[in-house]
């Protein structure tokens, strides 16, 4: 394991970020386009928006690592947690320890604006992000479910 810094993404980030979000989508089997990414980006680089960006790197080089997260309102508790959208680490830099010193930094944002829980959602067959949130967090039991507004069910 190498030494990992992770910082909040900034404007000079793009060009090595997209490939980063690129591959995300691709892991998740979303085809990425070039309008998808200018939008995800744009949304992290508006201050006004909620979407927060992190990066991760080795020493002083490229980005190994990407996360995204954002506010969301908690209503049962009446306090503002913690989303984290997406975390995606580069193949070849998986083992670093870019993953684990993402997670550090969500949890230190977390903290900083007293957010009592971050939560996410993974796929069932991401087995090695899974070891490592398995380590780091709480698998809580709650079921997802998707509501498609155009189902002709629901018109």
Not at 36 to 57: E, F, N, Q
Not at 104 to 114: E, G, P, T
Request: overall charge positive; charged content about 30%.
């Amino acid at each position: 394991m190498t030494s990992v810094s992770v910082g909040p993404l900034a404007s000079k980030d793009e060009g090595e970020w997209r490939p980063l979000f690129e591959a995300y989508c691709r892991f998740y089997k979303v085809e990425p386009n070039a309008e998808k990414s200018s939008t995800v980006w744009r949304w992290l680089m508006d201050p006004g928006y909620g979407l927060k960006g992190l990066g991760a790197r080795q020493a002083d080089g490229p980005l190994i690592g990407i996360a995204h997260l954002r506010p969301v309102p908690r209503t049962l508790s009446g306090a503002e947690g913690g989303f984290l959208d997406d975390l995606f680490v580069e193949p070849s830099m998986r083992g670093s320890g870019a993953a684990e010193a993402l997670m550090k930094a969500i949890a230190a944002y977390a903290r900083d604006r007293r957010w009592p829980v971050v939560r996410w959602w993974t796929a069932d067959d991401n087995y090695r992000a899974r070891r490592l949130y398995d380590r780091l967090a709480r698998k809580t039991h709650w079921n997802t479910y998707e509501l498609d507004p155009n189902d002709p069910r629901l018109a």
